[in-house]
């Protein structure tokens, strides 16, 4: 299985740059995050020792349980939560992650600024954009998305560094990767986290600067 991890990584990156290339985009211009989710510390570790050193959790509660000895390990190692974060929970994710990419609504961007003066910590944020105004998901809506991003730098003063999305699985998920870059192009953010197993290659085509990547490197998930 972990020799496994490794030979999927080489994969992986490989068809990364490959669709930067393609996309006209440099080397590195869109950087992998591997989603770590219910694997086990030992598959991280199998992935840190083929050089992956960016990590996704959903769970805040399953990452403190399994990145703070890593990070002894491995100081460069650096973790994004990109699960939905409960108001509750903002702490703790301030305490553990370099990368918050599911900052939605107005509670959660107090929360987030009230735990970060108290942590002496400040990760850096993304806002989930709900590109398909799906009921059942995460994110703000996009029609509100302007008026969030200037409530979370102006009000909040946030270190807010682009946006995330997840499109709806039964959709091209193009248009919403063009919507979630011209959202971000109109606050002049840069990063955008969008884009997994299935289409990160489309993504990059979109000017992804991270794609989420857990299955094609971990196997499926129980």
């Known amino acids: 299985m972990f020799d496994d991890i490794a030979a999927n990584l080489t994969r992986i990156r490989a068809r990364i740059e490959a669709a930067a290339a393609a996309a006209g985009r440099p080397p590195g ?4 995050v591997a989603v770590s989710k219910t694997n086990p510390v030992e598959a991280v570790e199998a992935a840190l020792a083929a050089g992956q050193r960016v990590f996704g959790e959903n ?3 399953e990452a403190a349980a399994k990145f703070p000895q890593l990070r002894a390990a491995h100081p460069d190692l650096r973790l994004h939560i990109i699960g939905p974060l409960q108001t509750n929970k903002a702490r703790d994710a301030v305490r553990l ?9 107005p509670k959660l961007a107090l929360a987030l600024a009230e735990a970060m003066q108290k942590e002496g910590r400040r990760p850096d944020l993304l806002i989930q954009v709900n590109t398909g105004a799906e009921p059942q998901k995460a994110g703000i809506l996009p029609d509100e998305a302007d008026a969030f991003i200037t409530l979370c730098r102006a009000t909040h003063a946030l270190p807010i560094l682009g946006l995330m999305c997840i499109p709806p699985a039964a959709e091209d998920p193009a248009p919403h990767f063009d919507l979630l870059a011209q959202i971000a192009a109109r606050h002049g953010l840069k990063t955008l986290s969008m884009g997994m197993s299935g289409d990160f290659e489309i993504a990059i085509r979109h000017g992804a600067t991270h794609v989420r990547v857990g299955s094609a490197i971990f196997g499926a998930r129980g």
């Open 29 to 32: 211009a869109a950087q992998l």
């Open 59 to 61: 769970r805040v509660q």
């Open 97 to 105: 992650a370099d990368v918050i990419e599911t900052l939605d609504r």
